[in-house]
């Protein structure tokens, strides 16, 4: 059973854990704790049926299954994979994933019917969810059927999925508008019934925390088998609302990834993660150095960019540009930033703009190891701060190149210079690429292949000068439109074993391919002056 908490333990401080040196949360959170609030919860992650619910989220079976496999490497107990019902699609992906043999429990959903549940038992799964709407608008508009119809279909499909052999969790759909004493009533009839657990759900995000804790509080006096929750967010609450069902005795949450799902979505995994850590002390399977990277995989393989100001996986969740934040943050995190970026997988960021300070150019200099006198800093500070207030954007290779020529390092000789370059790709061509580079009088020449032209020329460079420089990051813009459109490519690059060494290079053209070399080789020339000025 579920390790509820003593009264002594009403004296917890979140940074009494593992994590005690990377959570900073206020401690007037240890006074808001409850003695129903368990020691630890079980995470059911319905990415892959209701966050493939997203409006126009579609997923194939190959990258349900890839996320699948992420999930489980990510921690989350039990996998919502899909409404095998649905189609013969949802079917033979759900075998796929059963034949991966994942630590965590597969789960089908299904109405209460056995077509459903057989459905979702032949597909391979040992978890079947099942539910009937209990509101009395969606009884009598919806359904069409009494209460006594309800509550007996529902009984019904739960003793037929427990005959299958299968782990059974049952929900009141639209549960947060049903009767109080009908949801109850429901309740103790499918417990009777057999079944595992309970799930209630806010089926269209209409509750305010402290209603959550209300009704959770009043539904776990009849409800003997572990109660888990599914919140929406339509008010923007579905986080909140799933930790007050949790510090009410909730055991288990419903999450989805980056917050994706119907309408406004669900409770955010990685919020619902952090925050049950950071204000509860109440703990999950999840490996939380894993979510930046599970969030940026499911975000590509969905098309949902997650939006910059997103808690805890946003570009902008450990960004700082103001002065004051930065010289804080650089002398303490704890300053301006509720928990380390490496906990959950992230890095943080020193913004150039208007607000900008100078330990904010001098640190993010130092990270490509530029050097600049106090003269030369205040100089480069006042034209960072006006080429901001002029609306333009002062990325790190913008701040290296406004350095160098402050510096007068530009006219510096090129340790690497590009002599011959050439790419083939097309269909059914595996994209290789040839490059011959003059390395300080040496000549190289190196051959590699990509998963496009792109990638297969940045492998040559690679393999030609140094096999120990990986690319840490490539990013793509256009400039203009039209399919002649100009476009910019940044390239940040480091050695491999040591993450203070790094270099970045920027090339504006309009050949994709061509100005990514030109990004690259910059990058390179940049890297190997570092080198040797460390040597």
């Known amino acids: 059973m579920t390790e509820l908490r003593t009264p002594s333990s009403q004296n ?64 989350v107990d039990i996998i919502e994979a899909g409404f095998p019902r649905a189609s013969q699609g949802e079917q033979e992906a759900m075998r796929k994933m059963s034949a991966l043999k994942l630590k965590a429990k597969l789960c089908g959903l299904a109405r209460c019917s056995r077509p459903d549940i057989d459905a979702a038992v032949d597909s391979g799964v040992n978890y079947v969810h099942v539910f009937i709407a209990t509101s009395e608008g969606h009884m009598k508009h919806k359904l069409k059927m009494t209460r006594p119809e309800v509550k007996t279909k529902a009984v019904e499909a739960v003793e037929y999925a427990r005959s299958r052999g299968v782990m059974v969790e049952f ?43 209300y009704l959770v509080s009043e539904v776990m006096k009849v409800t003997k088998v572990p109660l888990s929750i599914h919140c929406h967010d339509d008010f923007g609450m579905a986080t909140a609302n799933s930790l007050a069902a949790v510090r009410k005795g909730a055991r288990q949450v419903h999450v989805c990834v980056n917050g994706l799902g119907e309408r406004a979505g669900n409770a955010a995994l990685e919020e619902v993660v952090m925050g049950l850590l950071a204000f509860m002390n109440v703990r999950t399977n999840v490996d939380s150095r894993k979510l930046g990277m599970t969030s940026k995989a499911v975000s590509r393989m969905m ?6 100001n997103k808690a805890i996986v946003g570009n902008n969740a450990f960004a700082h540009e103001s002065g004051i934040h930065v010289h804080g943050v650089l002398k303490d995190p704890s300053t301006y930033e509720a928990m380390s970026p490496e906990l959950v ?49 002062v990325d790190d290779a913008e701040l290296v190149a406004l350095a160098m020529h402050i510096g007068q390092s ?12 050439t790419v083939f790709t097309g269909m059914n061509i595996t994209p290789t690429s040839t490059v011959v580079v003059d390395i300080d009088g040496e000549i190289k020449r190196s051959s590699d292949i990509g998963i496009g032209p792109v990638d297969a020329a940045l492998n040559a460079i690679r393999s030609a000068v140094n096999k120990n420089i990986s690319l840490a990051e490539y990013r793509l813009s256009a400039i203009t439109g039209g399919s002649d459109a100009l476009c910019e490519v940044t390239v940040k690059l480091k050695m491999n074993g040591d993450q203070k ?13 061509l100005t990514s070399v030109d990004a690259a080789m910059e990058a390179v020339d940049r890297l190997l002056a570092r080198q040797k000025v460390q040597e």
Do not use: W
């Open 12 to 75: 917890y401080n979140a940074r009494d854990g593992p994590e005690a040196s990377q959570i900073f949360t206020s401690h007037f959170n240890r006074y808001a704790l409850d003695l129903s609030t368990p020691s630890s919860v079980t995470i059911l992650d319905t990415t892959l049926r209701d966050g493939e619910q997203t409006p126009g989220v579609a997923l194939s079976i190959e990258d349900k299954v890839r996320i699948a496999q992420m999930l489980d490497d990510l921690g």
């Open 501 to 513: 060494v790094m270099s970045v290079g920027k090339s504006i053209g309009s050949d994709i391919v």
């Open 345 to 393: 997988g992230m890095q943080r960021n020193i913004v150039m703009g208007k607000h900008t300070g100078a330990h904010s150019v001098k640190d993010k200099l130092g990270q490509y190891g530029i050097v600049v006198s106090e003269e030369m800093l205040a100089d480069i500070v006042e034209k960072v701060k006006r080429l901001a207030e002029g609306g333009k954007g």
């Open 303 to 308: 098309g949902m960019p997650i939006p910059d």
């Open 171 to 213: 929900s009141c759909e639209d549960g947060t508008r049903t009767e109080l004493d009908f949801l109850k009533e429901m309740h103790m009839a499918v417990q009777e019934a057999g079944v595992d657990k309970i799930n209630l759900p806010d089926t269209v995000g209409t509750m305010s925390p402290a209603a959550m804790e």
């Open 410 to 421: 530009e006219k510096q000789h090129r340790h690497v210079q590009l002599k011959e370059f």
